[in-house]
Every structure is written in C-alpha cells, then in structure tokens.
C-alpha cells in the first residue's frame, strides 16, 4: 500500500521508488545564481509559533506549533527567537552547510547581538 510516500506492507516499510528517482534526476546547478540560498520566514504570537522555509521565491515547507504552557509567559523578543531556533532544529537536515536568511517582523531581536547580558533562555 502506498502511504505517504513509503510502501507500506506487512513485512516491510520502504520509500516510494518513483519519489526517490524524482530526487535523485533533479538538474544539477550549472552556474552560481542557481546556488542561493534558503531563506526562513518566522513569526510568533501569544498562541503559538510558526515558519515558512523557501527557496529561488517559492515555498518549500511550513511548520507551526502551540506554544508549551511555560512559553506563554514569555516575553516577545523571546517567543521571536523561539521561533527562529524552532524553524532552525526541524530544518537542519535542509539547512546544513547551506547559507540562509532569517526573517522576522520585530526589530527587538535586531538588538540581541548588541546586548551586554543575554538571560539564559537567549544563550541557549
């Protein structure tokens, strides 16, 4: 049975055959403008959080998440880094060794770098 892009049996999983050969003949890059990179668009709200990975302008993934009972008191700079640290880890596979671009719309991040002492919460 095919399942969500594996072949499901009763002895077995496997991936669709078809799926793996469409990746596999993908073009390869012939010049630089061809190599760009990703970019990542997060937000945060008091419900929740939520990210868009695209690449050459066209969306490759979305993800979103309730926010955990002990986020909700967060303030919002840090629900914003959460955002961009959550779309970062579910992504890695995707970003390794690739350059991005991270957007967001609060500049109270823009000043995290210029910081004297970040919380714990921010270091991590």
Avoid at 42 to 71: F, N, T, W
């Amino acid at each position: 049975v095919a399942f969500l892009g594996h072949i499901v049996s009763a002895e077995w999983i496997t991936m669709d055959p078809a799926k793996v050969e469409a990746i596999t003949k993908w073009p390869r890059p012939t010049s630089v403008t061809e190599v760009r990179g990703f970019q990542i668009y997060s937000d945060a709200s008091k419900k929740g959080l939520g990210c868009v990975l695209m690449q050459h302008g066209k969306v490759i993934a979305y993800s979103s998440r309730q926010l955990k009972p002990y986020e909700v008191n967060y303030p919002t700079h840090d629900l914003e880094l959460a955002a961009v640290v959550f779309a970062l880890k579910i992504w890695r596979h995707y970003l390794y060794g690739e350059s991005c671009d991270i957007f967001i719309d609060r500049k109270s991040l823009k000043y995290i770098f210029t910081q004297r002492e970040l919380n714990m919460r921010q270091r991590r």
